[in-house]
């Protein structure tokens, strides 16, 4: 019921998404230093100012709550639904070729920008639902409320907040995934690891590292300043060790001292093998070095055993594991710093729900206490809706009504901001088999399917609210 009006007035609107859509996307929406009413910086607040502008000129209700959320409502009822999305976006990264990050671009029907995936496109796609019906002027009995994040790359201390301070509704969405329907978010496991030496004199030796600045983002660069050591020594080993073609080295004699810079490609943690891991293979390059036999060589050839490049199931972890429901153990050794004292870093690994305290955590402390590495972090439990639930019925028949696709439900290893929602699934706005290049170069979102997004959550809207 009410399909054909739905698919009549999104597929009119089509240009004032593209429109919004761009208006967000051109705000680089990264964290910065808190300022006041901007807990997460200028650039998420402006993001969220300019949704909300969005909404009030679509003739929505919007408010800022304290520059952590922004709440969209459909109406004054009780809330039934609330759709959670976000305006934060990864840093640019390298490799951009059919615009620039912060330019968006709709080539042949495809949306360029950073943001158009995730999460910016999907937001407006929702809030473009929201339009649609009210425009229907349909009697609704219930209210939908879109809370458009600012912190979702950075911590969740935006939705956190939120509901610390507000109730649940009986029902939740994120269109921060793939379609149809992510019932089940592995769990994560994202410890500390660190260990310290006297100052090193001995030669030659790695003097300093820097490899990736966010937890869940494959390292797109990594480099390391070598002491010692010859020009010509590095660049041979360079040579001489097998990676993808992907990745590369740029050496460079600096005064007494050779400076290697790794490049290699970001991708979202959670999908390693869709990257290549400039830390792990800058690793792989010092280890095969003729190092001093000092505290940071070992600390070096420890952790390229450990965590070996190309390696995305834990395995020189000793963590590798998979269930029949949600799938493998990923892990992505995503941030690491070296200097002439010690060292410190932090891994990515998403666990299936047979991941537990002695499956994955204590294996993991064990392999890193041996190595001389202290450890601290705790396993944070996945999520996991039974596919029998009631409302994963609605979306279901909502999404195979627009694509004629039949539904299933899905696990993934990225973790959104329905996690520790009671009830709450990922629906959208990704089409199967549609890749993204979330957290990557081109990161992309056909036209179309934002508008097919949008038609769904509002047969949602309309099933759950009428």
Same mark, same amino acid.
């Given at each position: ?225 070598? %002491?010692?050591? #010859?020009? @010509?020594? =590095?660049?041979?080993? +360079? ?8 990745? &590369?080295? $740029? ?101 299936? %729900?047979?991941? #537990?305290? @002695?499956? =994955?955590?204590?294996? +993991? ?8 590495? &202290?450890? $601290? ?90």
């Amino acid at each position: 019921m009410y399909q054909q009006l739905i698919q009549d007035r999104v597929d009119h609107q089509e240009n004032l998404l593209i429109e919004a859509v761009s208006r967000l996307v051109q705000i680089e929406s990264t964290l910065s230093p808190a300022q006041p009413g901007k807990p997460f910086g200028i650039g998420p607040a402006a993001a969220l100012e300019e949704l909300l502008s969005i909404a009030q000129e679509w003739g929505l209700t919007g408010e800022n709550l304290e520059g952590y959320v922004g709440a969209v409502d459909l109406n004054q009822e009780e809330t039934s639904l609330h759709i959670l999305g976000h305006l934060d976006v990864v840093d640019a990264g390298e490799g951009w070729t059919v615009t620039q990050a912060f330019q968006p671009k709709v080539i042949d029907g495809m949306f360029y920008g950073r943001g158009t995936s995730d999460d910016k496109g999907p937001v407006i796609a929702a809030l473009l639902a929201m339009k649609v019906v009210k425009e229907l002027g349909l009697p609704l009995k219930r209210n939908v409320r879109l809370l458009a994040g600012t912190d979702e790359e950075t911590g969740f201390r935006d939705i956190k907040w939120y509901y610390a301070n507000h109730p649940y509704a009986p029902h939740t969405l994120s269109p921060d995934a793939d379609f149809p329907i992510i019932n089940i978010e592995k769990g994560h496991y994202q410890p500390t690891f660190q260990t310290n030496w006297p100052q090193e004199t001995a030669l030659p030796r790695v003097s300093s590292f820097t490899g990736g600045t966010r937890l869940n983002m494959v390292p797109p660069t990594a480099q390391a300043l070598l %002491l010692g050591v #010859s020009l @010509e020594q =590095v660049q041979a080993t +360079a040579k001489e060790i097998t990676l993808e073609k992907e990745i &590369t080295f $740029t050496c460079q004699q600096t005064g007494e001292s050779v400076h290697v810079l790794c490049s290699g490609q970001n991708a979202h943690a959670s999908t390693p093998d869709q990257g290549h891991n400039a830390q792990t293979a800058l690793l792989a390059l010092l280890a095969a070095l003729p190092l001093a036999d000092c505290p940071s060589t070992h600390a070096i050839q420890s952790l390229a055993k450990l965590f070996p490049h190309g390696d995305h199931a834990g395995q020189g972890l000793g963590v590798a594991q998979s269930d029949a429901l949600s799938g493998p153990l990923t892990l992505s050794f995503t941030m690491l710093t070296l200097t002439d004292t010690g060292c410190q870093g932090r891994f990515d690994s998403r666990t299936p %729900l047979c991941g #537990s305290q @002695e499956t =994955v955590c204590q294996p +993991a402390q064990d392999a890193m206490t041996a190595a001389g590495f &202290t450890i $601290t972090g705790n396993l944070d439990a996945p999520h996991h809706v039974p596919a029998e639930d009631p409302f994963l019925d609605v979306l279901a028949k909502s999404y195979e009504a627009y694509t004629g696709q039949k539904s299933q439900c899905l696990a993934i290893g990225g973790g959104t901001y329905v996690h520790d929602i009671p009830g709450g699934v990922a629906f959208g706005a990704c089409m199967p088999g549609f890749s993204s290049n979330l957290h990557g170069p081109d990161e992309r979102i056909p036209v179309e399917d934002l508008l097919t997004t949008a038609k769904i959550y509002a047969q949602v809207i309309l099933d759950l609210c009428i």
